[in-house]
């Protein structure tokens, strides 16, 4: 059974920094793309990030709402992708889902953390 | 960027009704592969999205064959017949043929 679990979500200032990251089980993580989609308060879905396996070199793409400001990672070994978000802005605010594709979609999700960016 | 657009924002159904929700992308979503990256999921209350239809048409794992997708190059359709209770929520196409990926903005269904 394919199982995420994010964690590390919480309240962060404008501009500060946090790390979130999502724990995969069930699945060969380290042959296929994770992703990060968001999810802020009443809204709806916002892809974030993507990261592709060793294979393809640990490509990344980035939404451009938060290029230069967010960085996707990985960690094979421990089957943990992870979300480093830099000079957070309030509009950040959001449910963080971990997704793993399976393809060119969102197959399976986490339970999601939450970030709130707040003075 | 492709701009996903859906229709209606919400709709009402009877159960054991019919529904069929809309999505249209800004340009086609055709794969240089030659496949079409529309998938549809469904976020029920307090939960996360769960994927319903990958692929224009292919159901997911465990997916009810209540749930059906059709469409090509830019306009797509998901039915759902026989309308249950369980199946209310907000419902979201989503493409995956190029970056960025981008999510129509959703409709919810309601029942009646």
């Known amino acids: 059974e394919v199982q995420l679990v994010e964690s590390g979500g919480g309240l962060v200032q404008p501009k500060g920094s946090l790390k979130i990251s999502c724990a995969a089980s069930g699945f060969i993580f380290d042959t296929y793309s994770m992703n990060w989609v968001r999810q802020a308060p009443g809204k709806g879905l916002e892809w974030v990030a993507h990261i592709r396996s060793k294979s393809y070199n640990y490509a990344r793409y980035y939404a451009d709402s938060v290029k230069g400001r967010f960085t996707i990672s990985r960690d094979d070994s421990r089957s943990m992708v992870y979300l480093q978000m830099d000079n957070v802005k309030t509009e950040d605010t959001a449910i963080y889902y971990c997704?793993?594709?399976?393809?060119?979609?969102?197959?399976?999700w986490g339970q999601g953390t939450l970030v709130t960016v707040s003075s | 960027d492709v701009v996903m657009t859906q229709t209606p924002v919400s709709l009402s159904v009877s159960l054991g009704g019919q529904v069929s929700i809309s999505c249209r992308s800004s340009?086609?979503?055709?794969?240089?592969?030659?496949?079409?990256?529309l998938s549809w999921y469904l976020q029920k209350p307090g939960q996360s999205p769960q994927l319903l239809i990958y692929?224009?048409?292919n159901r997911f794992s465990g997916i009810s064959d209540r749930f059906s997708g059709s469409g090509s190059g830019t306009d797509f359709t998901l039915k759902i017949s026989r309308v249950e209770p369980d199946d209310l929520g907000v419902y979201y196409c989503?493409?995956?043929?190029?970056?960025?990926?981008?999510f129509g903005s959703g409709t919810k269904l309601e029942i009646k």
């Open positions: 997704s793993y594709p399976g393809g060119n979609w969102f197959a399976y």
């Open positions: 989503g493409q995956g043929t190029q970056y960025p990926l981008t």
């Open positions: 340009q086609s979503l055709v794969h240089n592969n030659g496949n079409t990256y």
């Open positions: 692929k224009v048409s």
